[in-house]
C-alpha cells in the first residue's frame, strides 16, 4: 500500500557539525532533498513537506535522565569543560560541540512530527532522515548519538497504549532502543546488524532476547561482515515479516541507516540499493501506520541515491534507474558458503530466541 508520505525537512537539520573530521554529515541531507526536488517528488500528489519542531523536555526525559539532559545542555553552551562521563569524547565518536542540545532537540521534534502527521492519519508514513540516532543511553552519549529519538517515539507511543514495531536496519546493532524497552512487551524491537564481534557497538546477539514481560521481545539478526543482497534479503523475510504478523503492532517505526550498504567506509556488510527497494517496499506493504528515520551512513553518495530511492517507494512513484546500484557484489566460492552458513545461524539464533 502507499499513499501520502511524509518527508521532514528544514535546512537547520542539515547546519550542525561534529568535529570537521567526524563522519557523520548532517549536510547529507541536503543532497537528498535535492536530489528528491530535482526528480519532481515534492510535487506529486501524496507528498507532503512537513517542518520540524524542537522536542519537549518532557519528550526527551521520556527516556533520557534529567542529570543527562542537563548536562548536554551545559555542554552545548560550553563544550570544553569536560562531559566525559556522559559519553561526550573531544576527540572520541561522539564530541561536545556548541549548539549540540539545541540541534539534538530539532532533530528529535523532527522524528515527533513526523509520528504526530502519521498517528492523526494525515499521512501514511512519514520519514525524518535528520533522526534514528539509535546508540544514545538513558544517560550516556554514545556512538554519534546524543538523544534517542526513535526510542522517544516508541516510548511516546507505548504511553499512549500502542503496540509497536520497532524494525532497526542500520549495520549497527540498535542498542539504545533494545536498552529502553528490554523489560516490556509492548515494544517489539528487531535489528538486523552486522555481527557485534566485528563492528561496534558489539552487541546485539541472539541471547539478547529481553527480560521479565520484555522475554523474546528484542529480537537480533547478528549477520556476518560481507552479507550481500541476496543473504540480506533471505535474513530479512525469514524473521521480520513472519515475527511482524505473529505480533499484529498498531504502528511500526523503523531505522533506515544506509550504513550496511558495501560503499560504506565504516562497516563490513556488502548491500546495495536493491536490499532497500525490497525492505521499503514490504514496509510500505504493510497495513501499520508507519514512521521511518534515518540513521548510520557515511558514503554520500548511497546515501543521497538510497534515501532519495527509500522516498519514492513510500510514494509509490516511479524509481529512477540513476538511483541504483550498477553492479552490486555477490559473494562466490567459499566466501559464498561462508556467509550463507552464517546467515543460517544468525536466522536459527533470532527466530528460537522470539517469543512464541
Ligand atoms: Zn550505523
Partial sequence: MSGRAGFVYDRRLTE????ADHPLKPERLRDVHETLSRLGAFDRAGAALLAPREATRAEIERIHAPDYVKAVRQASADPDLGFERWGLHPHGDTPPFAGMHEASLLTTGATLVAMEEVMRGALRVAVNYSG?????MRARASGFCVYNDPAIVCGVLAD???????VDIDAHHGDGVQAAFYDTDQVLTISLHEDGRYLFPGTGFAHERGTGSGAGYSVNVALPPYTDDQAYVRAFDAVVPPLLERYRPDVLVTQQGIDPHFADPLTHLAISTLTREHCVSWFAATPHPWVAMGGGGYDLDAVRRTWSLEY???LGAPVPDELRDADPPVATGARR????AAVDVAIRGALGAAFA
Fill in 160 to 166: 499512549r497504549g500502542m503496540r509497536v514495531a520497532y
Fill in 312 to 314: 519514492l517507494v513510500m
Fill in 337 to 340: 558458503r561462508e556467509i550463507d
Fill in 132 to 136: 534514528g540516532l539509535h546508540h544514545a
Fill in 16 to 19: 550542525h557539525v561534529y568535529r
